[in-house]
């Protein structure tokens, strides 16, 4: 996949089910994207908010899993997906897995 769309960059999105029982706009609990690699953190970010269409009183926090599987680490907004996936990929599939979780952060 690589090969053929060597300007994009495969994610994983897995979405928490304790705070997101209900999914909705047909986004399923893992998710799977091909991101450009000169987006930033903070736009994929924005992406995944309008499709979960979240109240303004939620807050979502997107962490992605280290490339050897031992802890979620959170990326500044800034940092661009491409340089996200070249340190955080996985070894054994080159995907990038992001963690998803939301949280009612204002009242």
């Known amino acids: 996949m690589l090969t053929k769309h060597s300007d994009r960059v495969p994610i994983i999105c897995i979405f928490d089910k304790k705070t997101m029982p209900s999914l909705k706009n047909g986004i399923k609990e893992v998710q799977k994207f091909l991101a450009p690699r000169d987006i930033t953190f903070g736009q994929f970010t924005t ?6 269409s979240l109240n303004s009183t939620e807050s979502v926090f997107v ?12 990326c500044t907004s ?25 949280e009612n952060t204002f009242g």
């Open 63 to 74: 962490l992605v899993e280290d490339s050897n599987g031992n802890g979620k680490v959170l």
């Open 47 to 52: 992406v995944i908010r309008r499709k979960l």
């Open 78 to 102: 800034s940092d661009e997906i491409g340089v996200i996936h070249d340190a955080r990929k996985n070894k054994e599939d080159s995907f990038l897995y992001f963690h998803i979780t939301k």
